[in-house]
């Protein structure tokens, strides 16, 4: 009785339901787990994924098959190539070699995953497969937060303290699913192929990151989920207290730097409320005001897989409100300005400064990414999807359901966005979330001797003096621009 659990974005053995329940469905005399994980390069250009992101992948691979060794449990690799089947054929091939009756995995929930995987399950039970998809990704199952007529809330706060009641009603959607057991020794010997079965590559030519962007990356985000937890854990101790008021500065490190772990599934985001909850006196609610914020984080990502779930046109490039399919943007969707914005030279020190930082990093604080796309579409009137889709191609923690949810919400097409009208002023949020230019001195070396009262807006005559470009476009000026498409977009619906 062979079980098969297929991994993808969830590099972890602890609190993983497949694998807990592949684990638990068959008595351990009598069974043998098997994990898969499929290297898929074509499927993840099709979809955007960071180079820097497939490295943190390819990083975290040799670490699970590591810890999956020390309990007998082979890991298989197999690197996919479309002209030779895709991955419902692999899979079976796996399964006929191995002589598997089952398996397992965690949904996905975005229109192609769904579509691979109900192809993958239909090809596996035509021959004779158990195929068994549980729910891991979300806290709360998609579909199980709804208000009273029913749907998925449009409206975060709402969706939040549903989702609240949700949790407190049904206490087992925190508890950790159980480690999976050792196979017997004996596995060690019938299978002994599969646990060499499988060259994990160190890099892919489809995927091509300068060296010292790899070594950065390699410095700043150790992969696994030892160090998940490890962050976890001191981010509970040593800073959640305080992240309500040190959560938005740019300078200071105020937030848990979580975020490419949870997307990748090195921690899951169960344990991330569970222990915020416990160190919170067990209350989701009241107590810490910063366990109470972070927890509340966390649930925005729990809603935006709910919204794409709702309503999976926000995975088909479709803006959640369709009134904004008629907005005006830019003609040529400002090509020259789009550059300039991927570039970090627009000429205002907190966009370039931030851009630069995701550029070099994979990573960006909240606020900034906030800036930045607010800079986009409303200062330069770039379409949203030109700037989401540089994100996913640059980002460590990527991720359809967050960065479509996000963006559409700076937008304001999206699901309980921001107001259009509310259009980010660059340097009045440089003043306050950096005040003194920390974060814009680090990243942009030709302000880093700038005096701090000049740093957020430099004058055309320092700007030359220290080769910084001067802005792109005038904030007021684009401000009434943006505004007027806003109304133009109005008056044509
Ligand atoms: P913390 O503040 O410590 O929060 C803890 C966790 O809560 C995060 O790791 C994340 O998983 C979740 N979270 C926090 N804020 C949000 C949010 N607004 N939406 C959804 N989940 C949230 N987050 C991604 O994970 N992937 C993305 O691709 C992504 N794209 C974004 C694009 C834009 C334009 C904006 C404005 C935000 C985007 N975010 C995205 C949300 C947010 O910026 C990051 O999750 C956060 O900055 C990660 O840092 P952290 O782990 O220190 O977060």
């Known amino acids: 009785n062979r079980t098969l659990v297929w991994f993808r974005r969830d590099f972890r053995l602890h609190d993983h339901m497949a694998l807990a329940r592949a684990s638990a469905s068959t008595p351990a005399s009598q069974s043998h787990l098997l994990a898969l994980y499929l290297i898929s390069p074509e499927e993840w250009i099709d979809h955007d994924e960071a180079p820097i992101k497939v490295d943190f992948w390819l990083r975290a691979l040799p670490i699970l ?25 692999v899979i079976l091939d796996v399964c006929k070699q191995y002589r598997i009756s089952a398996v397992h995995w965690n949904r996905e929930y975005e229109v192609d995953e769904l579509a691979r995987d109900a192809s993958v399950q239909q090809l596996l039970q035509t021959h004779d497969r158990q195929v068994y998809q549980h729910h891991d990704q979300c806290i709360v199952p998609p579909g199980q937060v709804l208000t009273k007529a029913g749907t998925t809330s449009k409206v975060y706060s709402s969706f939040r303290n549903s989702w609240y009641t949700v949790v407190a009603r049904n206490p087992s959607l925190l508890k950790e699913s159980r480690f999976p057991r050792a196979n017997e020794p004996s596995a060690l010997r019938e299978l002994h192929e599969a646990f060499e079965d499988g060259h994990i590559p160190e890099s892919l030519d489809q995927f091509p990151l300068a060296e010292s962007a790899r070594e950065r990356a390699r410095r700043d985000f150790p992969v696994g989920e030892e160090e998940a937890k490890k962050r976890l854990h001191a981010f509970i101790q040593k800073k959640m207290g305080m992240y309500g008021e040190n959560r938005s500065s740019l300078a200071l490190q105020g937030t848990s730097i979580l975020s490419p772990y949870l997307h990748s599934g090195m921690v899951s985001a169960r344990s991330c409320i569970r222990e915020a909850k416990e160190a919170n006196g067990n209350r989701l609610e009241g107590g810490m005001a910063g366990a109470v914020n972070w927890m509340a984080e966390v649930v925005w990502r729990d809603f935006f897989r709910h919204i794409l779930v709702a309503h999976p046109k926000v995975s088909r490039n479709q803006p959640f409100k369709a009134e904004f399919t008629r907005f005006p943007w830019a003609s040529d969707s400002g090509d020259r300005s789009f550059q300039a914005w991927t570039q970090g030279r627009t000429g205002y020190p907190i966009v370039d400064a931030s851009m630069r930082c995701l550029n070099t990093t994979g990573w960006l604080h909240n606020r900034s990414r906030m800036v930045v796309a607010s800079f986009l579409c409303k200062d330069l009137l770039v379409d949203w999807r030109k700037g989401e889709r540089y994100f996913m191609q640059h980002l460590l923690d990527g991720d359809l359901a967050s960065n479509n949810g996000n963006w559409q919400w700076v937008a304001a097409s999206g699901t309980d966005s921001q107001p259009f009208f509310r259009i980010f002023n660059p340097a009045r949020q440089s003043q306050r979330f950096d005040p003194d230019g920390a974060f814009i001195r680090e990243w942009v070396k030709e302000l880093r001797d700038c005096p701090k009262e000049d740093i957020h807006a430099p004058s055309a005559s320092i700007a030359q003096r220290l080769k910084y470009p001067e802005p792109i476009v005038d904030h007021s000026k684009a401000r009434d621009r943006a505004l007027k498409a806003f109304q133009q977009m109005r008056s044509a619906s």
Do not use: M
């Open 65 to 89: 098959r590591k810890d999956f060794a020390a309990l007998h449990i082979p890991l298989i690799i197999r690197t996919l190539d479309r002209a030779k089947g895709q991955h419902a054929d």
